[in-house]
């Protein structure tokens, strides 16, 4: 029984054209999806609101080669704009490629369908394929949100997410234009840009980054540096006893996050630093754990 949660939340129409299009292609059990119809190419048009923004020109060289030996396995799904021309709903890849590879006719899936859900499909496409990098999808969140009233839970329902997951991607937006440039290219992963996004100067922690090739951890413990204000460093308490600095770092280096403990007179508090809404989840899921397992 095929029953994925993912594709429940999508609806029934949408579910199963996505189902029609990641259907392994090739194999006895599976065979390629069936094209509606083969489409002289010239008559098919990119999508503008296409949340894929970036293509890697290597990755395109490559599939071009493919389908110029093979032909395009899986179809283009398109829907009708009239006078016998479609617009690309998602495959814009493949159709580029087919493009370089001289192809006459593209196989494709036609669904009429209007804007919105035009564009849930690409999404719901590209994600499924970890095609999208992380701005695209961001933009691509903000495109739904802004011009069709989804709110952050919906689109977590969409695309089968955490309604954090969706949150910490708008955030990426916020950044400074040569910041998002380097998330877009691949310079920095998505972890890194979350984890800078709420420091003062962003560009410089990822320029760097990108310099001097530091992991998510590095740059969480950069951000969280910069965060701290300076009278704080200068009058920081230095004459904690060995036991207590030991047991600070033990906790540290077995959460991942910055514990502070100020102790005087028999009392005193307990501090743990966290970085984005996924650190603080991760931080909730150990204490309710420590909690059962007591």
């Known amino acids: 029984m095929n029953d994925d949660p993912s594709k429940r939340r999508l609806g029934r129409g949408l579910a199963a054209l996505i189902g029609e299009m990641d ?3 090739g194999t006895q ?9 083969l489409v002289p190419i010239e008559f098919v048009n990119r999508n503008p609101n296409n949340p894929r923004r970036q293509f890697d020109e290597a990755d395109l060289q490559d ?9 395009i396995v899986q179809p283009v799904v398109v829907r009708p704009i009239g006078e016998g021309r479609y617009e690309i709903i998602a495959g814009e890849r493949r159709w580029r490629a087919a493009q370089r590879s001289g192809l006459a006719d ?8 209007d804007d919105r859900t035009a564009l849930e499909i690409a999404i719901v496409e590209n994600v ?24 952050q839970n919906d689109l977590g329902d969409i695309i089968g997410k955490s309604r954090s997951h969706v949150a910490n991607s ?6 400074p234009e040569p910041v998002r440039d ?14 800078i996004a709420s420091t003062g100067d962003p560009e410089k922690h990822a320029n760097m980054i990108v310099s001097k090739g530091l992991s998510v951890r590095d740059a969480e413990r950069l951000a969280q540096k910069d965060s701290e204000p300076v009278k704080d460093r200068v009058s920081q308490p230095i004459e904690k006893d060995a036991d207590t600095l030991a047991l600070e770092k033990m906790l540290t280096d077995n959460l991942g996050l910055t514990v502070t403990i100020t102790h005087k007179d028999h009392r005193g508090h307990l501090k743990i630093d966290y970085r984005s809404l996924e ?4 931080l909730c899921r150990l204490l309710q754990g420590d909690r059962s397992a007591s």
């Open 23 to 25: 259907q392994p292609a």
């Open 29 to 37: 059990d599976a065979p390629a999806t069936q094209s509606d119809k």
């Open 63 to 71: 599939l071009s080669r493919s389908i110029a030996q093979h032909g």
């Open 106 to 113: 593209i196989p494709v899936i036609i669904r009429d369908v």
């Open 128 to 151: 499924q394929r970890s095609d999208l990098n992380p701005l695209d999808e961001a933009l691509g969140y903000e495109q739904l949100i802004g011009e069709h009233g989804y709110t």
């Open 170 to 175: 708008l955030r990426l937006l916020k950044l």
């Open 182 to 195: 380097m998330l877009a290219l691949g310079k920095l992963t998505a972890g890194h840009a979350r984890a």
């Open 279 to 282: 650190q603080l989840d991760e």
